[in-house]
Every structure is written in structure tokens, then in C-alpha cells.
């Protein structure tokens, strides 16, 4: 698989849109899709930037494409077993950011889950 479609995959899978990680890139909307559908190859200063862009728009991206370059799960070693809720109860304030950001954008992705829940949610307070 070529670099332009792992990183497609990764901006797929994390819901970054391509207009807000071209403008924090500092490159066209057009040059990034150029990109993503392997016409068109960036510079490695480029290319930095626009991991340091994804991971920025929706943490965890980059350590994912990472992950497919390698072509091996990251999350194993780092996990070492734990399960999910261990995980989010060891989290320090920076990192429960980060998920409550992961599980936002997922939320807003997937249909279903938004439709469940949308009754009444402007009117939700969080606790």
C-alpha cells in the first residue's frame, strides 16, 4: 500500500476533513487531494506538517498512520493488557482531552448514535 492511501486511511478513520488540515499545513485544499489520491508527491517539510496538522485536528491520528506504516498495532505494546477502562481511569487531564476529543468526533461520524442521543442534547449539562 502506498503512503498516499495509508494517510487517506488515516484522515478517513479519524474524520479529519481536508479543508482544515490543508489551511493548518500552509498548502492548497487541491495539493493535498493531489496527495491523498497518489498524483502528486509533497515535500518532507510538507509532509511534517501535515502530521503535525492531523494529530493536532484529532489526536491519536498520527500514531495511527504510523501504525499502518509499520504495518503493526502500536496500541498492543503500549496497552499491555489493560482494558479500556483502565486506561481512561489512569488518564491524566491532557489525555481525557484527547479521548473526549476521539469520542466527539466519532459521535458526529456515525448517524446512529447521533440520532439515538440527539433528543433534548442542547439542553444537556455536563457533569
Same mark, same amino acid.
Given at each position: ?8 486511511? $488515516? ?8 479543508? +482544515?488540515?490543508?489551511? #493548518?499545513?500552509?498548502?492548497? !485544499? ?15 517539510? *510538507?509532509?511534517?506538517?501535515?502530521? +503535525?496538522?492531523? @494529530?493536532?485536528?484529532?489526536? &491519536? ?5 504510523? !501504525? ?5 498495532? #502500536?496500541?498492543?505494546?503500549? /496497552?499491555?493488557?489493560? /482494558?479500556?477502562?483502565?486506561?481512561? +481511569?489512569? $488518564?491524566?487531564?491532557?489525555?481525557? @482531552? +484527547?479521548?473526549?476529543? =476521539?469520542? &466527539?468526533?466519532?459521535?458526529? !461520524? ?8 440527539? *433528543?433534548? *442534547?442542547? /439542553?444537556? =449539562?455536563? *457533569?
Amino acid at each position: 500500500m502506498q503512503i498516499c492511501q495509508l494517510f487517506k486511511e $488515516a484522515m478517513d478513520r479519524y474524520g479529519i476533513q481536508s479543508k +482544515e488540515l490543508a489551511e #493548518l499545513a500552509g498548502i492548497s !485544499q487541491n495539493h493535498l487531494s493531489q496527495f491523498r489520491s497518489g498524483r502528486k508527491w509533497i515535500s518532507p517539510e *510538507v509532509f511534517a506538517a501535515l502530521l +503535525e496538522g492531523m @494529530d493536532r485536528l484529532s489526536p &491519536g491520528s498520527r500514531a495511527y498512520f504510523c !501504525q499502518l506504516l509499520a504495518q503493526k498495532p #502500536l496500541l498492543q505494546a503500549e /496497552n499491555n493488557g489493560n /482494558n479500556l477502562r483502565e486506561l481512561i +481511569e489512569a $488518564a491524566d487531564e491532557e489525555e481525557i @482531552d +484527547e479521548i473526549l476529543l =476521539i469520542i &466527539g468526533r466519532k459521535w458526529k !461520524q456515525n448517524a446512529a448514535i447521533t440520532a439515538r442521543y440527539s *433528543v433534548n *442534547v442542547d /439542553n444537556a =449539562i455536563a *457533569v
